[in-house]
């Protein structure tokens, strides 16, 4: 490693591969997509941290790539999410009252899950107070924790794929589906926030692209349905578009696809960072998110 060298690393782990994003500041340096056997990895979770701690380790030793300061996501399988309004409380007492609120409104996640919150901005001239609250199981974190662990990597922050997905689209609304061969994220945008996101399993024991394919097109109307239904007031119109990222994407017939499924047209993402020639921000996308929470 360079002495003074600020180089940083977002790494994401898919079913078959580990991607790697070294960059510095707002500029990509480099970037490395890494095979792992299919074993290792199952819907996107890492099962073998130890094998996988040690893939990542050759990589990024045979490429000089910093061990500090990495940043990852993780599936948002299983993951839930509540708004929470609370009457005006003082500060002092917040954080008692939003505890005991999200064991009220989300029972059972403060045993199974890692709980996040974070207060909304003030509606009512402070007499009311909206509080995020995010629980995710633990499994989703651990293995990817335990694998850096293994490598010798220290991890500087975890978020879910879905937030970082949302960055590096930075639309006000939008749909977007992450395609990769064993799951699919989808991710509904509305005011610039994930107002939706569900991580889809291909149910198959040796998926392939074409099965993957096939379930994404399946599941996308429905989650889009879903969502018309659940939030009538935030409803999707049919000018919302659709942007395609992941392994699936590189499928230049999948948009297609898409569209005649849903009839919403799928654009390409206007990348907010400076991308080398051929980079492939398909496939990259979620780390690009990841490197945009530092520089934006």
């Given at each position: 490693m360079k002495l003074f060298d600020r180089s940083a690393m977002s790494f994401t782990i898919e079913s078959m591969t580990l991607r790697m994003l070294i960059y510095s500041g707002k500029k990509i340096e480099s970037w490395y997509s890494v095979p792992l056997p299919g074993n290792m990895v199952r819907e996107g979770l890492v099962v073998t941290p130890e094998a996988v701690g040690s893939i990542m380790e050759e990589a990024i030793r045979e490429n000089?790539?910093?061990k500090r300061g990495v940043i990852t996501a993780v599936p948002s399988s299983g993951s839930a999410t509540q708004t929470i309004n609370l009457p005006g409380v003082k500060k002092g007492g917040l954080k008692d009252m939003i505890s005991r609120e999200i064991k009220r409104a989300m029972p059972g996640s403060q045993d199974v899950d890692f709980?996040?919150?974070?207060?909304l901005p003030e509606n009512g001239g402070?007499?009311?107070q909206q509080v995020y609250a995010l629980a995710v199981p633990r499994s989703n974190v651990v293995g990817v924790v335990d694998a850096c662990r293994a490598c010798g990597v220290t991890l500087r922050g975890i978020e879910l794929k879905p937030f970082?997905?949302?960055r590096a689209v930075d639309c006000t609304e939008g749909i977007i589906v992450h395609g990769e061969v064993d799951s699919v994220e989808v991710v509904i945008v509305e005011k610039s926030f994930p107002a939706l996101f569900r991580c889809i399993p291909v149910k198959d024991a040796s998926p392939s692209a074409e099965e993957a394919a096939q379930n994404l097109l399946?599941?996308?109307p429905f989650t889009i349905d879903y969502y018309n239904r659940s939030y009538r007031?935030?409803?999707?119109?049919p000018e919302v578009p659709v942007y395609l990222s992941g392994e699936l994407a590189l499928d230049p017939k999948l948009a297609m696809d898409v569209t005649e499924t849903t009839g919403r047209e799928v654009i390409g993402v206007e990348p907010k960072v400076e991308c080398p020639p051929n980079f492939p921000l398909a496939q990259f996308l979620t780390n690009v998110g990841l490197m945009m929470r530092d520089n934006w």
């Amino acid at each position: 490693m360079k002495l003074f060298d600020r180089s940083a690393m977002s790494f994401t782990i898919e079913s078959m591969t580990l991607r790697m994003l070294i960059y510095s500041g707002k500029k990509i340096e480099s970037w490395y997509s890494v095979p792992l056997p299919g074993n290792m990895v199952r819907e996107g979770l890492v099962v073998t941290p130890e094998a996988v701690g040690s893939i990542m380790e050759e990589a990024i030793r045979e490429n000089d790539i910093p061990k500090r300061g990495v940043i990852t996501a993780v599936p948002s399988s299983g993951s839930a999410t509540q708004t929470i309004n609370l009457p005006g409380v003082k500060k002092g007492g917040l954080k008692d009252m939003i505890s005991r609120e999200i064991k009220r409104a989300m029972p059972g996640s403060q045993d199974v899950d890692f709980v996040y919150w974070q207060v909304l901005p003030e509606n009512g001239g402070g007499k009311r107070q909206q509080v995020y609250a995010l629980a995710v199981p633990r499994s989703n974190v651990v293995g990817v924790v335990d694998a850096c662990r293994a490598c010798g990597v220290t991890l500087r922050g975890i978020e879910l794929k879905p937030f970082a997905m949302v960055r590096a689209v930075d639309c006000t609304e939008g749909i977007i589906v992450h395609g990769e061969v064993d799951s699919v994220e989808v991710v509904i945008v509305e005011k610039s926030f994930p107002a939706l996101f569900r991580c889809i399993p291909v149910k198959d024991a040796s998926p392939s692209a074409e099965e993957a394919a096939q379930n994404l097109l399946r599941e996308l109307p429905f989650t889009i349905d879903y969502y018309n239904r659940s939030y009538r007031d935030a409803k999707l119109t049919p000018e919302v578009p659709v942007y395609l990222s992941g392994e699936l994407a590189l499928d230049p017939k999948l948009a297609m696809d898409v569209t005649e499924t849903t009839g919403r047209e799928v654009i390409g993402v206007e990348p907010k960072v400076e991308c080398p020639p051929n980079f492939p921000l398909a496939q990259f996308l979620t780390n690009v998110g990841l490197m945009m929470r530092d520089n934006w």
